[in-house]
């Protein structure tokens, strides 16, 4: 025996050399696999010690990440008769766990092997056999067995079942799955190993099912299963599904030793950390709603099963350091949450101040809070809230709402209520029938039963009779107030410069090429077509709606205005604000919009002219319809002309641009030469106006000519002009004899 | 009876020392002697076997903390010195130690910056903090240990670490895969079970990880230090059994002895759970 031991333990340190070799070149395997077979293999009758080791080496070879695919795969065949020969002979729970481990390395190499070679049987027989020595033992081995068959199954269901080709013209890179089988491969028929898969992974499940209470079992399989959720897409709903249905803390049930403690906490940890990994993988998964709802659930039937204290970890008994002044636990520092009690509330009626008062001192009891002014309230009053001790706080919310339901049992807290109470007091006296009970006379847990017990409520009649349904009218909202409907009409405006706003990047108006006239307004999306867009809003959309209205206001305007929202001049009020708030750059919306306004009040005059054309009647008699052009010319030029600097180019541009001028514009750019400073800029925006707008050019020329003269500090700039285009007022003044000073001046 | 398998060894060495069989030694109670008792509460009575025997069975550890450098280091240390086979490392981002202030930490990079270069900065940077707060020691104890700070993430189970066999503690885990994983902290416990799943589980090989929450300090390491070593050894010597029984009678025993040594791991737990009250501790079996 002795002398057995010693070449077994020479044969084992040779054995060792050798797999050192190996783990320092993976190249080695090669030639190392073969060459130990023979003294740990099939009828080599090896003593245990050598069996071990050989099924450690092999289980250590297939996993071993350093050797590559395609040596595994060579190698696999090799050793298949010596694992079928281990896994049926040596009763050792040592070599079966190995082997078992090295079969589920193998199984996909094997299965791999097969597709490339459909007319091996002889391997693939084998291997079955190992897998259905595994099967049989998966029920009835010790648990370190069980685990082991538990992964071989994983790793079977994850080869039987389809999984995702990488790249079809690579086959060589492809993970190893049932979609590489043809449906026509001999030896391994897809449908079948389909349907083996499936029972495989039902069996698998069950054991998260199954009433045992082994945690070893449980977290092998759940930690098995996060891989099969993630490469196989096919499969991962029936599994999560499986894990949704089990409950990790089952044991609460049985009685609470530390062990039984400690092995719930382990459950639940471990299927947290699997559907945390699925989460964190795949976060937009259909299924992450489902698994967060059932973490919750998991969560909260935790807290549910250990109590605080037994979560949270307690101070150690003695300080760790006794002479440390700072780690040394402080105590005496905690004051009692439940030290508040306040005064207690007196009986009978009680003001909200007593209810809601918690402190015995006199002094802050009288202090009247209002005194402090809101805005000091409002600074001070989060930065407290924050400091404010949570216990302390709850303690005190629970004092109150003690007190305030022992009030509301007690009596009626207001007269309105008692006066309630009172009639129906009444009401019984004068009718015995009637029943003022309107809280239910059983308690909450009669009335729960009995729902338990009533039919469920989902549950249709087996046939729906077909008789006619009435058609459903949905009754008619109630109208909206003057004051509902502007809320509503100025949230919708508002919301429609939103977009605007969202539109005025400088950016998105990008060089595009200029369409020329052959357009179309408002097609593309940008902010020109949205001022279009909301200028048409304002001028046509509502027209016609409130106009004969509008005409009786007119006509009797102390009635005083009905209906003040009107949706175009609301916008119009917004458009016109939002062209103020940055008019330099938004000269062009203005511009845009006015010409907008200005061809509906075309259009609404030509419309009413053909009105009054069909009924004949006298045009005097017809109502004239609203124009808005005028108007919004001036409020927008009364607004701009105070901020125009001397040497604005812009406001030539624009009332060269707007599709009318009149003499009230012509009024507003001559008050501009009120100022000193501007004269030049009206001057110039006139010439302009004379050179290039030829419509207008006599009413230009008549207010330069009114500038002349009646506005002094303009003569200079003006006679220049005057000279070119309307030389008899110059000459008209010369032949007075009294000549202005001005004049004067400049000769 | 409520036997400390500890002392299994001491027990056999005493019933072979004599031949007549004497008196039965008494029974070794559960509850802990409060004559005995250490500052963290638990009986301080260690197991006479601390150092396993050389040649016998021994499983291979992991430890893991956060930037494994105080609390996984001194229970690798631990481990190493009960010959032990171990390895360890952090599962941060980055290593992140204490700096001149809270908000201030020295942070450096896992798997390339050496503890003697970390301890030559710090050195140069303040010694007279650093020693106080006892970083330099660490870092000085950390350094005979082995070179560099190590993360779990980038680890390759499987893959040999024959470029790591000056480590202490590394006789035994040449493959590059272990047995037990116990980490020191539940976030680790996450990171390593969050990885363990990334990574898919191919070797096919079981792993039992197990968490013992130990605070950052170096007190708590030193106690959570002994503690791990403490089920390092219960677990090793389970496993050992384990070996032991073969043969035909080794399927059929009925006795808890003679179950297995994975499913007695959950026994194993309970019973050091009562044993270490303070140190709240979890398990799964992963894989590799």
Known sequence: MNSGLSIASETLSQLESARALALSDAAYYNQIVPGVLPIIGAGSNAIIELRRWGADFLAETFASPTLGLEDKQKLSLLVLETLRENLETVNDLGVVKSVVQAAASIYPLVFRHTILNPNDAQNWQIMAAIKSNILRRMDSAPPGVRICCIKFVQRVIQVETPGLIADPRRPEQNEISLALVPRDHPLIPPPNLEAEASGLLDRLLSILHEDTSDALLITATLNSLGTLIRARPAIANKILSAIFNFNPLKLANSPMTSRSKVMMKSIERTTRALLMNILKRNPESPATPRIQQYLERIHRMRLDVFDESNRKRSAPVEPTDGLDQSKRQRLGANVPADAISGPQVPSGPVSVAQLFTLTEEEGAK??????????????????????????????????????????????????????????????????????????????????VNKLDNAPPEGLLPERVPDAPLAPFKLPQAPPLSEQEIEDYGGGTVRRVFGVMSALDDPTSRAKAPKPGFNRLAASNYDRDAWVILISRLATRAATGLGDP??????????????????????????????????????ID???????????????????????????????????TPTLHYHKWVLKLLDAILPYLESNDKIMIRFLSEIPDVDGDILQ?????????????????????????????????????????????????????LLKKWRPEVLEQHQETPNGSFEEVKVQ | MAADPRLAHARQQQQKLTATPPPPPPPISAQPDSTKMGLDSTND?????????????????????????????????????????????????????????????????????????????LSSQNAALYNQNGLLP???????????????????????????????????????????????????????????LNKGGKLNRPVHVFNVDIRDNHEEALVGGRAILDLALRLNECAAQEREIHGSEGWEGAGRSRAGFDERVPDILGEWQERWPNLPAMWTLAWF
Request: glycine content about 4%; hydrophobic content about 35%; aromatic content about 8%.
């Open chain 1, 366 to 447: 009288n202090f009247d809070v209002q005194a402090i002014p809101v805005e000091i309230v409002v600074k001070i009053i989060v930065p407290l809230l924050m400091t404010v001790d949570k216990t302390k706080m709850d303690s005190a919310i629970n004092i109150i709402r003690s007190r305030y339901l022992a009030l509301s049992k007690a009596q009626p807290p207001t007269t309105l209520d008692a006066a309630v109470a009172a009639t129906r007091q009444q009401a019984i006296d004068e009718d015995e029938e009637y029943e003022p009970d309107f809280e239910p006379t059983e308690d909450a847990e009669q009335i």
């Open chain 1, 549 to 586: 209205m509008e005409k009786v206001d007119s006509e009797y305007k102390t009635l005083g205005r009905r209906g003040t929202f009107s949706v175009g001049n609301t916008i119009r009020d917004a458009l016109y604000m939002y062209i103020m708030q940055d008019w330099r750059k938004r």
């Open chain 1, 589 to 623: 919306v203005a511009t845009s919009w006015l010409s907008e306004e200005w061809y509906n009040d075309r259009i609404q005059l030509e419309a009413a002219r053909a009105e009054a054309e069909d009924t004949n009647s006298d045009s005097n008699d017809l109502p």
């Open chain 1, 668 to 720: 507003r750019v001559k008050r501009i030469a009120e100022d000193p400073e501007r004269v030049g800029l009206t001057v110039n925006i006139l010439h302009y106006l004379i050179l290039f707008r030829p419509p207008v050019r006599d009413l230009c020329i008549d207010a330069l000519e009114d500038l002349w003269r009646n506005y002094d500090g303009t003569k200079t700039a003006t006679s220049k």
């Open chain 2, 45 to 121: 009575e260690r197991p006479q076997s601390d150092i396993v025997a050389k040649d016998g069975f021994k499983l291979k550890f992991c430890t893991v903390c956060a930037s494994n450098q105080n609390r996984s280091m001194e229970a690798h240390l631990r481990l190493a010195l009960s010959s032990l086979p171990v390895i360890s490392f952090g599962t941060g981002t980055l290593v992140r130690l204490p700096g001149p202030s809270i908000h201030q930490p020295n942070v450096y990079s896992f798997n390339s910056t050496t503890y003697r270069a970390i301890h030559a900065e």
């Open chain 2, 138 to 196: 660490m870092l000085a104890r950390n350094l005979n240990i082995k070179s560099y700070p190590e993360r779990f993430q980038d680890w390759i189970p499987g893959k040999p670490r024959l470029d790591h066999s000056t480590d202490k503690g590394a006789p035994g885990t040449e493959s590059g895969v272990v047995d037990v994983i116990i980490t020191c902290e539940e976030r680790c416990f996450d990171a390593v079970l969050d990885d363990l």
